[in-house]
């Protein structure tokens, strides 16, 4: 079965610190995305890809750097962590065309706590 | 600019009933999608169902379907004989697709309680 796997699950970080979130899709899409979503709200997105070597800005990409170094894995990286990224981060992936056009499957999530 | 409203932050219905969940939303595209997602309490996120804008057929997919009300940018999920399993938050979410980014924007959802 296809899956969106996101490494590590929980991650308490200290302000200033890297942090660097991982994920890995077996869905052989081209998409991938990082989205945040803080208690009570939606989802928002923070940086996305449309394949291997290619990063874009989301609506919200401050403070993060993104990278896709392969089909499969898309990073999500804080260089310098800060209270206020302390949220849920769900990573997930979809394709472009076709019957399943932007239908996204999400990882699990990963719950960061920045102190 | 993109924007979407779930103006009901809360819902119950009682094992049996049907539900009616509620979302509206702001595009000036013509082609778009719009989802539905229901988070679990674990946090996942489970794709349910869409709509085409350009489909004029209310999509449905087992219990789930959508009364798509296009003229008034409003969506309705409805869930047939709802179940206390049904639990959980409900996200409407819009994708534009001549931009093609695959980008969702999400409303804040809708938290469920059926109740048994």
């Known amino acids: 079965e296809a899956a969106v796997t996101q490494s590590p699950r929980n991650k308490v970080a200290v302000t200033g610190g890297k942090v660097t979130l991982s994920c890995n899709q077996t869905?052989?899409?081209?998409?991938m995305y990082w989205y945040r979503q803080d208690t009570g709200h939606g989802l928002r997105l923070i940086h996305y890809?449309?394949?291997?070597?290619?990063?874009e800005k989301g609506d919200i990409p401050d403070g993060y750097k993104a990278s896709r170094p392969s089909q499969e894995n898309f990073s999500l990286i804080l260089e310098l962590a800060t209270p206020s990224q302390t949220s849920v981060y769900f990573c997930?992936?979809?394709?472009?065309?076709?019957?399943?056009?932007?239908?996204?499957?999400f990882g699990a999530g990963t719950r960061l706590s920045v102190l | 600019a993109q924007r979407v409203t779930q103006v009901q932050p809360t819902g119950s219905s009682q094992w049996g009933e049907e539900v009616t969940l509620d979302c509206s939303y702001e595009?000036?595209?013509?082609?778009?999608?719009i989802f539905w997602y229901r988070q679990l309490f674990s946090g996942e996120m489970v794709f349910l169902i869409y709509?085409?804008?350009?489909?004029?057929q209310n999509q449905r997919s087992g219990r789930y379907s959508v009364v798509f009300q296009k003229s008034f940018k409003s969506i309705s999920l409805v869930i047939s004989a709802s179940q206390p399993e049904d639990s959980g938050t409900y996200f409407c979410?819009?994708?534009?697709?001549?931009?093609?980014?695959?980008?969702?924007?999400f409303g804040d959802g809708t938290v469920l309680t059926v109740k048994p």
């Open positions: 595009t000036s595209e013509y082609f778009y999608r």
């Open positions: 997930a992936s979809g394709e472009g065309l076709g019957a399943s056009q932007n239908t996204l499957y």
């Open positions: 979410a819009l994708s534009e697709l001549v931009t093609n980014t695959g980008k969702l924007t």
């Open positions: 890809s449309y394949g291997a070597g290619s990063t």
């Open positions: 869905n052989n899409h081209n998409n």
């Open positions: 709509q085409p804008s350009f489909d004029t």
